[in-house]
Each structure stands twice: as structure tokens, then as C-alpha cells.
């Protein structure tokens, strides 16, 4: 997730407006950002690696002259934070410039195609074949709009991008597929820019593009056009009443909950990974004698579903360790058959980074998952997929959890076609399943929020509750534990559903308030005896399961139905509840989620 956005006025220097706006974008990303304007029929950039500031510091983004302009700050997808890598990109001819946040899906191929037409490429971005691609189209004869119209169609995948070019310095164009622009309209000036959080200082009109729109935008102007049949469409103006703060976590009250609606995109970005970084771990993990899953928190959780994903569908054997306890427990017999999947959001949490060092000594193989591109963690594996989901704000993890889900997933599919363990039926089927779970937490969220909301305030009177869950939903009870124990500070307990009654049963008094996950699963019918056994020592039974599932609603004395999902994939859909339910249940006892107590984003201490 990085943040776009550009501007041209009526008269008077753009510089200062566009640095504003970026600041305002930097949440969306911070390990590059660059400026670029056209001053006399120039274009002009400067960009750098590193946060807004320090650039600025070194290059003065206030001194570029100029009425118009594009911006961007970036969280790295394609290539690590560089001069180089940072954005706009400019083609050839150093005349078109381009700011860019999503994933291109077949820039590999443009980018071929391209440099057979000997364009030469300065990145390794996947953003730089589009002003290549409009450099192409102007060649051909086009205008500047018809450029950019031919280029964007040939692009698969997210994108929302901002161009400038030297030829017609008088419009902005921006398009969007999957990935948000809106447009801001003053008296003074208009304004683009990923969200409203980059224009609300200016105004508080705004148009939001909708996928599949292009827009081009001059001082005092707009019009917007169909990408695929170039028609002009109208979409409506809107007056926003928001503060500056509430525009910059989207009109949510906290970053946490904007994080938690913003799943269902961050979902569809994992499904976009190259399959060349998911082939790569995919050989190490098969080469390996033996493999842990190492990380810490919600991480290890996410470690948990992987090894059970790892085992039903590609019949491999992995242990999912606490990293802190790694060294004790299997420190001595790790050797260079050993190999260790890391994943840390953050990639520099101490207790992982220590167990990779010690590994790295006894020359086991490192490879890792995380979100932060350029993070120790990447630099110390052998190979590393990253999420893509961008950056988390909110201290509890939430959006990379998922994330970290659907990448350990796309492995799991891929280990099941090299090992060929499975039929080809069950790894189609997976396969087409994994692309509707976006799609299916968007469903949930819709028909958790209210519910889960009006729970919360009941849950905010508990001095304690118990989660239980069987195979995978096990990992799904801890996540929850740990969601709700973290934020609302309430002691909870989460058990594999049948190891309860070995001795946490024995907390079980009339009323205690025992949480049941229960997918219709081949797990179903043991939780059905669970529950009874919960009943019958009076616990009020909490249960989510699916929609639709009767026998379990009627034992339940709290409900929520959820849409059915593969059986392997349904702790990121089941998980989505109990992490609003963290997040009302905080709120409701006056706590701020976004920043619980005693608790930092990336815990570097050991
Ligand atoms: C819980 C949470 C922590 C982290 C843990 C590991 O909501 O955020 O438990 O999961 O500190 O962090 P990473 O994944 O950055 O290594």
C-alpha cells in the first residue's frame, strides 16, 4: 500500500501543497517518496529512499517550481527501498512521469515487450512499464488522454496511478483498478490523491473514482471516462464533514478498525504474489528433513494454521515454535538439513531474529514471510515472500494476520502440486476456494459488525472467557484469546476443544461465558460434544459456525452464522469476528485499541 497524489492550481507554486498532502499519505507508506512538477515545459523530480522528512531535508521538496504536480510515498512491493525504486518513474524520453500504488500482475511480460522496443528500464519496479507504456501510445500518434487510456488497459492486477507529461502540462491523469483515488475540487486548485486524508485541508468536496474510471483533472475541471469503452460517465460529489484525523483513518474512529475493513483488499493483494517468490520457498520447504514454523504472537498463530495447512493438504510435517523457546527446546539437533520458516510482520522482532542468528550459525536454511520489505528478517533469509498488505498502524495485528494466512495457504497449494500427495480434484478445489475468500470476508464483516457490536457490551462486563476450538479453529482460539486479552485486558483462555476437559473444564460455573468456533468441518460433530459438555456445567455457550447450521444455533445461547469456506482456509474467515469483538469490547470499556497499554508495534527486546 503506498500513497499518491497530485495537484495543479489555478496559479501559485503547487511544491508546498503537494509536500502537505504527502505527509498526510505517509501512514500508507515510508520507505521512499518523490515529487515531480513541469515548470516550462520541463518535468522536474526528486526522490529518495528513506521517510518524507529526511528526504525532504536533503533534497527541499518546497523549492520545485511549478503549478502542477504528482507525489507519492511508498511501502515497497517490487524492488527494495531505493533512489532508484522510488517513485514517479519516468519514460524515455524523461517527459511522462508516473506515481503508482498496487501490484501489476503481468509486468514481467509489458516489461519484456518493452525492452524489445529497446525502452530501457532504470528500476525494478513493476510501475515503470506504464509511462513506458503511454511513451509508446504518444509515439503512435495519440493525445495525452488517449495514451494513457490505451496503456491502462493493457494493465492486470491493482493499480491507482497518477501521470504527468511534459506535452500537455495542464491536466493531471489518474485511473483505478481495485486500488482508491479520489479527486478533491476547490476554487483554487484540484486535487488527487489515494484518500481524503491527502485534500481535507483543502476541501472538503470530493468525487471518488470507481474501479475501472479514468479521470483527467485541470485546475478547474474534471471529467471522468469509462477505461474499457472510453465513455464519459458522471459520478456524484460528495461534502465531507470530516476533521483532518478522522480523514486520515478514513473516517473509521481507530486505525485498527479502518485495518479490519481493509482485509478484503489487503486479501486480494496476497493473491497477486509472484508465483516466483512462492516457487522459491516452496523448494526449500520440500528440501528440508526437518522444518519449523518460528514466530512470535499472532505470527505464531498464523505458524499453527500454516502446519496444519503444510500437513492435510501436502502431507508435510512442520513444528510451529515460539521463537523465544526455540533455541532451548531444539537448538542443539538443528543442522544443516533444518529449515526454518520465519514470519514477523515487522521482520525485527528480537526473540525471532536471535533464533535465526543461532540457526544461521548451525547453517540451517532461513527463509521468511513478512510485510516489511528491507527489514532485518529479509536480509538474514535465504528467500522471503512479502505480504503486500502495507502498513499496520494499529498495535494488535490484524490485517497482516490474514495476510500471513493467505500466503501460507498459496504454499501450501504449491507444495501440494510438487509433492502430489493429493488428488488434483482437492487442489483445484482449494485452488478456486482461495479466490473467493476475499470476497467471502467481506460478507463477514457485513453480517458481524452490528451483531458483534451490540455482544460487546456484554463482553465488556467479563472478568474472564474461555474460547475453544478443534484442527484448525484451534488456531483461531488463540488468535482470539489473544486479540481480546491484549486489548480489553481481560484474562481468557483458549484450549484445542477436546484437551478441555483434561482440566480447564474445572472453571466452568454457572454462566461463565465459553466461546465455541465451530466451521462445518470434519471437527463438527466432536464440538457438537464439547459444547454439551460445557452445558451441562452451566457455561453460556457463545458459538460462530455456519450459516444455516440449526443443531448447533439451538444449543447456542449466542449466535453468528458465517458463510462456509474450505475447511482449510476458514480460520481467515472465522477470525474476522472475534477481532471486531477485541476491538468493540476495548472501546466499550473506554480503552484505545489502537494503543493498548504495556504493548509496542515491533517488540525488539528479548
Ligand atoms: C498481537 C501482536 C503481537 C505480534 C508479535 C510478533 O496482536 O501484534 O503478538 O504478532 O509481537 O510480531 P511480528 O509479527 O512483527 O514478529
Given at each position: 500500500m503506498c500513497g499518491i497524489t497530485g495537484c495543479v492550481t489555478?496559479?501559485?507554486?503547487v511544491a508546498n501543497i503537494l509536500y502537505n498532502s504527502l505527509k498526510r499519505l505517509e501512514y500508507r507508506g515510508y520507505d521512499s517518496a518523490g515529487v515531480s512538477t513541469v515548470y516550462q515545459n520541463n518535468l522536474i523530480v526528486k526522490k529518495d529512499a528513506g521517510k518524507i522528512d529526511e528526504i525532504h531535508s536533503r533534497?527541499?521538496?518546497?523549492?520545485l517550481p511549478g503549478n502542477i504536480g504528482i507525489a507519492h510515498t511508498r511501502w515497497a512491493t517490487?524492488?527494495?527501498?531505493?533512489q532508484v525504486n522510488a517513485h514517479p518513474h519516468l519514460d524515455c524520453t524523461g517527459k511522462i512521469a508516473v506515481v503508482h500504488n498496487g501490484v501489476l500482475e503481468n509486468f514481467l511480460e509489458l516489461k519484456q515487450d518493452l525492452e524489445a522496443r529497446k525502452h530501457i528500464f532504470k528500476s525494478?519496479?513493476?510501475?515503470?512499464?506504464i509511462p513506458h507504456l503511454i511513451e509508446e501510445s504518444l509515439k503512435m500518434g495519440k493525445n495525452f488522454t488517449e495514451a494513457v487510456l490505451e496503456a491502462v488497459r493493457k494493465l492486470r492486477g491493482s493499480y491507482a496511478i497518477a501521470v504527468l507529461y511534459a506535452g500537455e502540462p495542464d491536466k493531471i491523469i489518474v485511473a483505478r483498478n481495485e486500488s482508491p483515488i479520489v479527486i478533491g475540487l476547490s476554487k483554487e486548485m484540484n486535487l488527487v490523491a489515494s484518500d481524503v486524508a491527502a485534500v481535507i485541508e483543502y476541501t472538503n468536496k470530493v468525487v471518488f473514482l470507481e474501479n475501472g474510471d479514468l479521470a483527467v483533472v485541470t485546475s478547474d475541471n474534471f471529467q471522468i471516462f469509462r477505461i474499457d469503452s472510453g465513455i464519459p460517465v458522471q459520478r456524484k460529489t460528495t461534502e465531507l464533514n470530516w476533521t483532518l484525523e478522522m480523514a486520515a483513518k478514513g473516517g473509521y474512529p481507530h486505525y485498527m478498525l479502518k485495518e479490519i475493513f481493509d482485509q478484503p483488499n489487503v486479501l486480494r493483494e496476497a493473491l497477486r504474489i509472484q508465483d516466483k517468490y512462492l516457487d522459491l520457498l516452496t523448494e526449500f520447504l520440500d528440501r528440508g528433513r526437518e522444518i519449523f514454523l518460528l514466530a512470535s504472537g499472532t505470527s505464531h498463530n498464523a505458524c499453527i494454521v500454516g502446519s496444519y495447512m503444510f500437513s492435510k493438504l501436502a502431507r508435510l510435517t512442520t513444528y510451529p515454535v515460539i521463537a523465544s523457546e526455540f533455541i532451548e527446546n531444539y537448538g542443539s539437533s538443528i543442522g544443516i538439513d533444518t529449515v526454518i520458516l520465519a514470519l514477523s510482520?515487522?521482520?525485527?522482532t528480537a526473540d525471532v531474529l536471535t533464533s535465526l542468528e543461532y540457526a544461521r550459525y548451525r547453517a540451517a536454511t532461513i527463509i521468511g514471510i513478512t510485510n516489511?520489505?528491507?527489514?532485518t528478517l529479509t536480509r538474514i533469509a535465504r528467500a522471503y515472500v512479502l505480504?503486500?498488505?502495507?502498513?499496520?498502524?494499529?498495535?494488535?495485528a490484524t490485517k497482516t494476520f490474514t495476510s500471513q494466512l493467505m500466503v501460507l495457504a498459496l504454499l501450501a497449494l504449491r507444495l501440494a502440486r510438487k509433492r502430489g500427495k493429493v488428488s488434483q480434484y482437492e487442489i483445484d478445489e482449494f485452488q478456486e476456494e482461495l479466490r473467493l475468500v476475499p470476497q467471502l470476508v467481506e460478507k463477514t464483516l457485513e453480517l458481524s459488525d452490528e451483531p458483534i457490536k451490540k455482544l460487546s457490551k456484554e463482553t465488556a462486563r467479563f472478568s474472564s472467557m474461555f474460547f475453544l476450538g478443534r484442527g484448525l479453529s484451534y488456531a483461531t482460539a488463540l488468535e482470539a484469546r489473544l486479540k481480546i486479552m491484549e486489548l480489553s485486558y481481560i484474562p481468557c483462555i483458549a484450549y484445542p476443544a477436546g484437551e478441555?476437559?483434561?482440566?480447564?473444564?474445572?472453571?466452568?460455573?454457572?454462566g461463565y461465558p465459553v466461546f465455541f468456533i465451530a466451521p462445518?468441518?470434519?471437527?463438527r460433530k466432536h464440538i457438537i460434544g464439547n459444547i454439551m459438555e460445557m452445558k451441562a456445567r452451566g457455561a453460556r455457550i457463545y458459538c460462530i459456525g455456519a450459516e444455516g447450521d440449526e443443531e448447533i444455533k439451538q444449543l447456542s445461547d449466542w449466535y453468528l452464522g458465517l458463510p462456509s469456506t474450505h475447511p482449510l482456509l476458514s480460520p481467515i474467515v472465522y477470525v474476522i469476528p472475534f477481532q471486531l469483538l477485541a476491538y468493540y469490547t476495548a472501546v466499550e470499556k473506554g480503552y484505545d485499541p489502537d494503543k493498548p497499554r504495556n504493548l509496542a508495534k515491533s517488540v525488539t527486546v528479548l
Amino acid at each position: 500500500m503506498c500513497g499518491i497524489t497530485g495537484c495543479v492550481t489555478k496559479q501559485g507554486n503547487v511544491a508546498n501543497i503537494l509536500y502537505n498532502s504527502l505527509k498526510r499519505l505517509e501512514y500508507r507508506g515510508y520507505d521512499s517518496a518523490g515529487v515531480s512538477t513541469v515548470y516550462q515545459n520541463n518535468l522536474i523530480v526528486k526522490k529518495d529512499a528513506g521517510k518524507i522528512d529526511e528526504i525532504h531535508s536533503r533534497l527541499n521538496f518546497l523549492d520545485l517550481p511549478g503549478n502542477i504536480g504528482i507525489a507519492h510515498t511508498r511501502w515497497a512491493t517490487h524492488g527494495a527501498p531505493s533512489q532508484v525504486n522510488a517513485h514517479p518513474h519516468l519514460d524515455c524520453t524523461g517527459k511522462i512521469a508516473v506515481v503508482h500504488n498496487g501490484v501489476l500482475e503481468n509486468f514481467l511480460e509489458l516489461k519484456q515487450d518493452l525492452e524489445a522496443r529497446k525502452h530501457i528500464f532504470k528500476s525494478k519496479t513493476d510501475t515503470e512499464v506504464i509511462p513506458h507504456l503511454i511513451e509508446e501510445s504518444l509515439k503512435m500518434g495519440k493525445n495525452f488522454t488517449e495514451a494513457v487510456l490505451e496503456a491502462v488497459r493493457k494493465l492486470r492486477g491493482s493499480y491507482a496511478i497518477a501521470v504527468l507529461y511534459a506535452g500537455e502540462p495542464d491536466k493531471i491523469i489518474v485511473a483505478r483498478n481495485e486500488s482508491p483515488i479520489v479527486i478533491g475540487l476547490s476554487k483554487e486548485m484540484n486535487l488527487v490523491a489515494s484518500d481524503v486524508a491527502a485534500v481535507i485541508e483543502y476541501t472538503n468536496k470530493v468525487v471518488f473514482l470507481e474501479n475501472g474510471d479514468l479521470a483527467v483533472v485541470t485546475s478547474d475541471n474534471f471529467q471522468i471516462f469509462r477505461i474499457d469503452s472510453g465513455i464519459p460517465v458522471q459520478r456524484k460529489t460528495t461534502e465531507l464533514n470530516w476533521t483532518l484525523e478522522m480523514a486520515a483513518k478514513g473516517g473509521y474512529p481507530h486505525y485498527m478498525l479502518k485495518e479490519i475493513f481493509d482485509q478484503p483488499n489487503v486479501l486480494r493483494e496476497a493473491l497477486r504474489i509472484q508465483d516466483k517468490y512462492l516457487d522459491l520457498l516452496t523448494e526449500f520447504l520440500d528440501r528440508g528433513r526437518e522444518i519449523f514454523l518460528l514466530a512470535s504472537g499472532t505470527s505464531h498463530n498464523a505458524c499453527i494454521v500454516g502446519s496444519y495447512m503444510f500437513s492435510k493438504l501436502a502431507r508435510l510435517t512442520t513444528y510451529p515454535v515460539i521463537a523465544s523457546e526455540f533455541i532451548e527446546n531444539y537448538g542443539s539437533s538443528i543442522g544443516i538439513d533444518t529449515v526454518i520458516l520465519a514470519l514477523s510482520q515487522s521482520g525485527e522482532t528480537a526473540d525471532v531474529l536471535t533464533s535465526l542468528e543461532y540457526a544461521r550459525y548451525r547453517a540451517a536454511t532461513i527463509i521468511g514471510i513478512t510485510n516489511v520489505l528491507g527489514s532485518t528478517l529479509t536480509r538474514i533469509a535465504r528467500a522471503y515472500v512479502l505480504q503486500n498488505a502495507g502498513p499496520e498502524i494499529g498495535v494488535a495485528a490484524t490485517k497482516t494476520f490474514t495476510s500471513q494466512l493467505m500466503v501460507l495457504a498459496l504454499l501450501a497449494l504449491r507444495l501440494a502440486r510438487k509433492r502430489g500427495k493429493v488428488s488434483q480434484y482437492e487442489i483445484d478445489e482449494f485452488q478456486e476456494e482461495l479466490r473467493l475468500v476475499p470476497q467471502l470476508v467481506e460478507k463477514t464483516l457485513e453480517l458481524s459488525d452490528e451483531p458483534i457490536k451490540k455482544l460487546s457490551k456484554e463482553t465488556a462486563r467479563f472478568s474472564s472467557m474461555f474460547f475453544l476450538g478443534r484442527g484448525l479453529s484451534y488456531a483461531t482460539a488463540l488468535e482470539a484469546r489473544l486479540k481480546i486479552m491484549e486489548l480489553s485486558y481481560i484474562p481468557c483462555i483458549a484450549y484445542p476443544a477436546g484437551e478441555s476437559k483434561h482440566g480447564p473444564i474445572s472453571v466452568i460455573e454457572e454462566g461463565y461465558p465459553v466461546f465455541f468456533i465451530a466451521p462445518n468441518d470434519e471437527t463438527r460433530k466432536h464440538i457438537i460434544g464439547n459444547i454439551m459438555e460445557m452445558k451441562a456445567r452451566g457455561a453460556r455457550i457463545y458459538c460462530i459456525g455456519a450459516e444455516g447450521d440449526e443443531e448447533i444455533k439451538q444449543l447456542s445461547d449466542w449466535y453468528l452464522g458465517l458463510p462456509s469456506t474450505h475447511p482449510l482456509l476458514s480460520p481467515i474467515v472465522y477470525v474476522i469476528p472475534f477481532q471486531l469483538l477485541a476491538y468493540y469490547t476495548a472501546v466499550e470499556k473506554g480503552y484505545d485499541p489502537d494503543k493498548p497499554r504495556n504493548l509496542a508495534k515491533s517488540v525488539t527486546v528479548l
